[in-house]
C-alpha cells in the first residue's frame, strides 16, 4: 500500500495546476536531485551510456552482446553508464565491472520492473525520468543504444533531438542491432529526409553497429 501510494504522489506532479507552495517543495526536491547527480558523477571523468531493454536476461544474445561492449567500452577507459536496472542495463554493468573503469548505475522508482543490479561502482536513485535524463546526457562523451522498447526509444530520440537543435554536441549516437535498428534507421535516412521533416545531416551522427569492437571504434573514433 506504502509503495502503491507513494506513485501515486508522483504521479500528482503532472496533475494541473495546484497550490503554489506544493509545487515549490516538489520544485525543490527536484532540484536537490540534479544536485546529488552532479556530485555523485563529477569526478567521473570519460564516459558511455548505454540504453536497452530491462527485459533480456542472461543468455539472450543481445546481453551477451551488451556485457561484451561494457567490458570493451571499460577497457578502452571509459566508464560505462546505465539506469541500473536488470537485463541489458545489467549486462552493460556487469562487463564494465569487470574492466579497469567505473560501472556506474542511475536507479530510477519504478511501481514494476525496475531493481537494482548489482554491478555498480556508483549507483544513484532518482525518482523523475527527467533529471535521470539530464546525468545520462551531461556525463557522456557518446550514446550506444542497444534493442530496447518505449524507455529505450524515447531516450534515443531525445539524444537525437538535442543534437539536432544543437543543445549539445553531435556526441556518436550508437545503434547496436542493425536487424533491429535497420528499419528505423532506414525510414529516417529515407522517407523522413525524402518527405523534408530531417535534413541530410540530421542522421550522419546516428551509426550501426554489431560488435562490441565496432562500438568502441565509432566511440573511439567520434567522441
Known amino acids: 500500500m506504502f509503495f502503491c501510494s507513494k ?18 517543495d516538489r520544485a525543490f526536491a527536484i532540484f536537490q536531485e ?3 547527480g552532479c556530485r555523485g558523477l563529477y569526478d567521473l571523468g570519460p564516459a ?17 552482446l551488451a556485457r561484451a561492449t561494457g567490458r570493451r567500452l571499460a577497457e578502452a577507459g571509459y566508464a560505462v553508464v546505465t539506469g541500473g536496472g536488470p537485463g541489458i542495463m545489467e549486462a552493460a554493468n556487469r562487463g564494465a ?21 548489482q554491478y555498480q561502482d556508483i549507483s544513484l536513485r532518482f525518482r523523475h525520468f527527467f533529471a535521470r535524463k539530464v546525468a545520462f546526457v551531461k556525463y557522456a562523451a557518446a550514446y ?6 518505449f524507455g529505450t526509444l524515447d531516450e534515443a530520440f531525445e539524444i537525437a533531438t538535442l543534437m539536432q537543435t544543437s543543445k549539445i554536441e553531435h556526441f556518436p ?10 528499419t528505423l534507421i532506414d525510414f529516417a535516412r ?3 529526409i525524402e518527405q523534408g521533416t530531417l535534413s541530410p545531416e540530421d542522421a550522419r ?19
Open 205 to 223: 551522427f546516428v551509426h550501426l553497429a554489431d560488435t562490441a569492437g565496432d562500438v568502441v571504434r565509432l566511440v573511439r573514433g567520434s567522441a
Open 34 to 36: 540534479f544536485v546529488r
Open 48 to 64: 558511455v551510456t548505454v540504453f536497452g531493454s530491462a527485459r533480456f536476461g542472461e543468455g539472450h544474445r543481445y546481453y551477451d
Open 190 to 192: 529515407n522517407t523522413m
Open 173 to 182: 549516437l550508437v545503434a547496436v542491432g542493425s536487424e533491429f535498428w535497420g
Open 97 to 117: 565491472f569487470d574492466g579497469r573503469s567505473p560501472s556506474v548505475g542511475l536507479n530510477i522508482e519504478l511501481p514494476f520492473e525496475q531493481h537494482g543490479n
Open 144 to 149: 550506444v543504444v542497444m534493442p530496447g522498447g
Open 7 to 24: 506513485f501515486h504522489r508522483f504521479r500528482a506532479i503532472l496533475r494541473g495546476a495546484d497550490d503554489l507552495l506544493v509545487d515549490f
